[in-house]
């Protein structure tokens, strides 16, 4: 009896029309929408609004606290009739600065701060605890009333800011013209792709980025560069460092003053540091593993065939330090050996709790930002830089709003301000296999990543680790960062940083203000949790980089001779000097 073939179904031809519609289409709603999903937006406010309906208790609460904040508000109005110094009804949370000029103690200012504020609690307590409300629900919520009040507040009004009146007054009104001549400009720059009023006073390779060293190794993704030299001897192990591609590497070689890159070379350090091609739509299929092979592993090649060393300490910040720990993981997996020890600077690897960065992934969100850059090929900085400003909308939007376009008060360009303006884009692939492998499935933590085929486990880390997280960290929150304590029983020097998740790394020693946490945990050792490891953690002051010295000193080995910058007659001959091409693209 012949055997029974069954036959699969026809392709339909409308599958591929019928996609590229619905792509276009979601793409189209997101360019409208900057990127916001508005499908996540309106369930976050339905799960509200219907699990809030139907709680009549949480109703009666709401409405005691809006007698009692109508209460507390006129008491203060009556006490500071009577005294300028009566105590306020509520003080502003510790971050809050736009309150803090002494003219917002008079009437009827003082009565608008006040009101402002006890709004801001109210919604805070109306948008949260309200039970059946999923958490991320809650939280896109909470954030959004946060940002609709922070546009109505009175500091963003002439009317209501006696700050502003002052201000106006003082200039005879030029201020106003000012800041509108100033938005027009900024307006112009933004239409013609230019960089910010300011920024061309940090040339790349000469304000910053201006470190002496070459280009030793390029591929279709990165440029490697070694540094010079600048001591007669260095240590036997040299140093990688594997920044993020969402950003230029050469934030941590800013100024000579506070170049992280100088200030490793001057104390008897061999670096390389990777700098990241600026990806564009025929760059769209590049995916994490072709940045785990073309980055870190092909720079460990070339390092070891330079310098004739075994090993290599990795450093990798933010999104290269999620990279470097995966790259490490997987070595350790296959038996290669090459890593002497890892720092991770402002580097998640487990990603439950990431922050305010997670109101922006979900399912409806990453459809959406997929959907845009599958039509371009890749996200766009601007894109990217938009989130994180919203994420900081009082210090990053309305301040400048503020100062800059009411005020006529421009803010002065900094090398940070000019870096952060130096956008990179991101590949489709890339990116949306990170948001959903490692975001929204925590893949990497939970233990279903996979490289080569084959799933890695942060377990297999055993070579000893500094980790640094930073205080104020909106992309990184440091709770997150510390859970690689969690992960893997090695040896793990973790410290806390203050600043955030930028200026928190670029803390050279010198910098005012700083201090930092530190504390051990050895090998095999218990891992505690963040709030107790934070009670236990000495305080110390200065630059974190000070810890970071010492600790490289002993895992490096001891000092030698010079190794050649790359080979000249082998493979990895100079090819250009620093900062090299890739940096410079836009």
């Not at 009549?56 to 508000?73: I, T």
């Not at 030793?216 to 490697?224: P, S």
């Not at 790359?566 to 000097?577: E, K, M």
């Amino acid at each position: 009896m012949a055997p029974t073939v069954e036959l699969l179904p026809a392709p339909d031809p409308l599958d591929g029309i019928a996609e590229t519609w619905d792509r276009t289409a979601v793409a189209a709603i997101a360019q409208m929408t900057h990127g916001l999903s508005p499908a996540t937006i309106g369930q976050a406010v339905s799960d509200w609004a219907m699990h809030m309906a139907c709680s009549p208790g949480k109703q009666l609460q709401l409405a005691a606290k809006v007698a009692r904040k109508f209460g507390r508000l006129n008491e203060y109005v009556l006490r500071s009739a009577g005294d300028a110094d009566a105590e306020p009804a509520i003080e502003p949370l510790p971050w809050d600065r736009r309150f803090g000029d002494p003219a917002w103690q008079r009437a009827p200012f003082s009565l608008f701060a006040q009101g402002f504020l006890l709004t801001q609690q109210w919604w805070h307590a109306a948008t949260t605890g309200v039970r059946g409300v999923t958490r991320h629900h809650e939280e896109i919520m909470s954030f959004a009333v946060r940002q609709l009040l922070d546009v109505v507040a009175p500091t963003n009004f002439l009317a209501t800011n006696p700050v502003l009146q002052k201000r106006v007054a003082e200039s005879g009104g030029k201020c106003l013209i000012d800041g509108a001549n100033y938005l027009l400009e900024d307006m112009q720059r933004i239409v013609r792709g230019e960089p910010p009023v300011g920024a061309d006073a940090f040339p790349v390779g000469e304000a910053v980025a201006a470190t002496p060293g070459k280009v030793v190794f390029r591929n279709e993704l990165i440029e490697l560069i070694q540094y010079a030299p600048t001591t007669d001897q260095v240590h036997a192990t040299p140093i990688l460092i594997v920044p993020a591609w969402i950003m230029k590497y050469y934030i941590l070689d800013l100024r000579p003053e506070n170049s992280l890159i100088r200030w490793l070379v001057a104390r008897g350090h061999t670096v390389f540091c990777i700098s990241w091609h600026n990806p564009g739509s025929a760059d769209r299929n590049l995916d994490m593993d072709a940045y785990r092979r073309l980055g870190p592993m092909a720079a460990l090649d070339a390092i070891c065939a330079i310098t004739g060393s075994a090993a290599v300490q990795g450093a990798g910040y933010c999104l290269g330090g999620t990279l470097l720990a995966i790259a490490a993981a997987a070595m350790d997996r296959d038996g290669d050996d090459r890593l002497a020890g890892i720092t991770l600077l402002a580097a998640q690897t487990e990603f439950s709790e990431p922050g305010e960065l997670g109101l922006f992934i979900d399912e409806a969100q990453l459809s959406l930002l997929e959907n845009m850059m599958w039509s371009r090929g890749y996200l766009d900085s601007a894109q990217m830089g938009g989130a994180f400003q919203i994420l900081r909308s009082n210090d990053m939007i309305w301040s400048r709003v503020l100062n800059t376009y009411l005020m006529g008060e421009r803010e002065p360009m900094t090398d940070l301000m000019a870096w952060n303006a130096d956008g990179t884009r991101m590949p489709y692939a890339m990116h949306s296999q990170y948001l959903r492998e490692l975001f929204l499935d925590d893949g990497l933590a939970e233990g279903h990543f996979q490289v080569d085929g084959r799933t890695i486990s942060l377990s297999a880390l055993r070579k000893p680790m500094f980790v640094v997280g930073t205080e104020q960290d909106h992309v990184a929150p440091w709770r997150s960062v510390h859970k690689i304590h969690m992960l893997s029983s090695a040896e793990i020097c973790f410290v806390l940083t203050s600043g955030g998740h930028n200026a928190g790394i670029v803390s050279e020693p010198g910098h005012p203000h700083r201090s930092y946490r530190i504390l051990t945990r050895e090998a095999d050792g218990l891992a505690l949790d963040a709030e107790e490891w934070r009670d236990r953690a000495p305080v110390k002051d200065g630059s974190w980089w000070e810890a970071w010295g010492p600790w490289l000193a002993v895992h490096s080995g001891p000092s030698g001779d010079l190794p050649p910058m790359g080979t000249p007659s082998g493979c990895y001959a100079p090819i250009a000097d620093a900062p090299g091409h890739y940096v410079l693209e836009h």
